[in-house]
């Protein structure tokens, strides 16, 4: 029975894998008709219109950003707005500046620059965000994995964890739409987080909202005051937030922002002031102009919504019509966010993603959610449906589901 599936799917494979597909679901990038929807950014802020406030946003200075864009932003994560920074294009900046800065020179409660610290570990949520495993792991922080459930980390063992180690000076979040998973953390588990005892004082949680208004529903998640709350429980400088505008406007000419403590921002400064004179102000005015306020921001990613919601639609048919009468596979329905987590049969992950490439369909390597690319199960696949045409992720996906199934056989054929 088993054998006859196979060279049935088998034969199907061939056929596919003969037709010279060139697709690509790796990365969370946004689609033309995306970048589309902000063309008119290009436009602005235009000849003449140059001065906020005070400021001319031609000429140097200004390390914390335009006030004017800063409030939109500031409403959006619900926190007071001098609480907020804008800088240049790319939170993963900001990430990486954080950890260096960190590592260089110390935190505001930290003893010692981290360098000098005999071990420094990292708790990762898993699946999670590969370039967030790498700067870590550039940086030679050992990371520990964390299970991810669909509503947080598993907190139980990140208390147990971080309450006896002192060399566990943070941990990565996603907390809105997740990366891979499309997880939101619940209320109970931001409190635990903003609660909880650490063994390090300079214990610290990027806390990264990249896709805090990036909603497939009709409705914007809650966001959680994680500074207030922190402070509350006597952590004022636990948090670090981030998010930008890579996939509100462009992805590669957007603005980014960082939120936290007085004590937290005045250190990012005073670093960041060395190392540059400036943001591109005049980015941020184009981006204050463009969007006029918090609802714009919001209307506009409702129209993104409308261009990529079909997609995860799309994908989710393509996989339910592939693999819903087998018990081999499980995928998650996001409701925003960039992405969707494949789970496959154990051990068959990397198969599944060497069969797709040679069908011509081009998916991020197996374990790739994981610290140092490793997942121990070789299980989860994260597929990015944004980019490519509607026809296209169908396509896609249903070759990802063939692939996944004629693994999932051939796995079960050799044992
Ligand atoms: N954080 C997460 C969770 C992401 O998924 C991404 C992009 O995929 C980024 C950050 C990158 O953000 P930026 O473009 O602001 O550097």
């Known amino acids: 029975e088993l054998a006859r599936l196979e060279s049935q799917l088998a034969a199907e494979y061939d056929a596919l894998a003969d037709k010279g597909l060139a697709l690509d679901l790796t990365r969370g990038k946004p689609s033309p008709e995306q970048l589309d929807l902000s063309e008119r950014l290009l436009s602005l802020p235009g000849e003449g219109d140059h001065a906020a406030g005070k400021t001319d946003v031609r000429n ?4 914390a950003g335009l006030p004017e864009l800063r409030s939109i932003i500031a409403e959006l994560l619900g926190v007071e707005a001098d609480r907020v920074i804008a800088q240049d294009n790319a939170s993963l900046s900001i990430m990486y500046d954080l950890l260096t800065f960190s590592m260089l020179f110390g935190t505001p409660d930290s003893q010692r620059a981290w ?6 570990r990292w708790l990762c949520p898993v699946p999670g965000y590969d ?11 050992e990371m520990i994995p964390v299970p991810l459930g669909p509503t947080g980390p598993d907190m139980d063992e990140v208390e147990r964890l971080v309450s006896n180690d002192p060399s566990i000076k943070g941990m990565w979040c996603v907390p809105i739409f997740a990366n891979p998973t499309g997880a939101v953390y619940d209320d109970h588990t931001v409190s635990r987080l903003a609660r909880m005892a650490t063994a390090a004082p300079d214990f610290r949680i990027v806390w990264d909202n990249a896709y805090v208004v990036h909603t497939l529903t009709e409705d914007f998640p809650k966001v959680p005051d994680v500074d207030t709350l922190a402070a ?3 952590h004022p400088n636990r948090f670090w937030q981030v998010c930008s505008t890579s996939k ?38 184009a981006h204050a102009r463009f969007f006029g306020d918090a609802d714009g921001v919001r209307a506009h990613m409702l129209r993104h919504r409308e261009v990529i919601a079909p997609k995860f639609e799309a994908a989710a048919a393509a996989l339910a019509h592939r693999l819903g009468e087998y018990d081999v596979a499980r995928w998650t329905r996001p409701e925003g966010g960039y992405f969707i987590d494949l789970e496959v049969v154990d051990g068959t992950a990397t198969e599944t993603v060497r069969l797709a490439k040679e069908a011509g369909v081009a998916l991020t390597p197996a374990g790739s959610a994981y610290p140092y690319g490793k997942d121990p199960e070789d299980r989860h696949i994260r597929l990015a449906p944004t980019l490519p045409p509607l026809a296209e992720v169908e396509t896609a996906m249903d070759v990802v589901g063939l692939c996944a199934l004629l693994a999932a056989c051939r796995g079960a054929l050799a044992d």
């Open 60 to 63: 140097y200075g200004g390390g």
């Open 232 to 234: 509350e429980a006597g």
């Open 115 to 120: 360098k000098d610290e005999p071990v420094l």
């Open 131 to 141: 370039r967030h495993f790498n700067i870590t792991e550039a940086l030679g922080i």
């Open 248 to 285: 509100i406007t462009f992805a590669g000419a957007g603005v980014s922002f960082f939120s936290a403590s007085r004590a937290n921002l005045d250190w990012y400064l005073g670093h960041t002031s060395v190392r540059s004179i400036g943001p591109n102000k005049v980015n941020q005015l």
